[in-house]
């Protein structure tokens, strides 16, 4: 499957979305992910990622969506050695 989008475009809309909801998702939802379809303002909350984006493609089979982790600055973060 090709998509044909400006991945720039939902990154942006993306973080200001996240933004919005966050503080109200954070009572309910900490660290669990979010999965949301930048051009509905619908969002999908799941204990992990395939849990989430599973829920965002029943819905929106053809979209790509803006990830993020409840209560974090990042969905993942990668450690290097020390």
């Known amino acids: 499957m090709e ?4 991945i ?3 990154g942006e809309k993306g973080r ?12 309910d939802y900490r660290g669990k992910f979010v999965v949301i379809e930048v051009d ?3 969002y999908f909350v799941g204990d992990t990622v395939i849990e989430a984006n599973e829920k965002a493609k029943e819905k929106y089979p053809d979209k790509v969506f803006y990830l993020g982790r409840i209560g974090y600055r990042t969905a993942f973060s990668f450690h290097g050695r020390r």
């Open 40 to 42: 509905s303002g619908n």
């Open 16 to 27: 200001v979305m996240f933004k919005k909801i966050s503080e109200e998702l954070e009572r």
């Open 3 to 6: 998509f044909d989008v400006d």
């Open 8 to 10: 720039r475009k939902i």
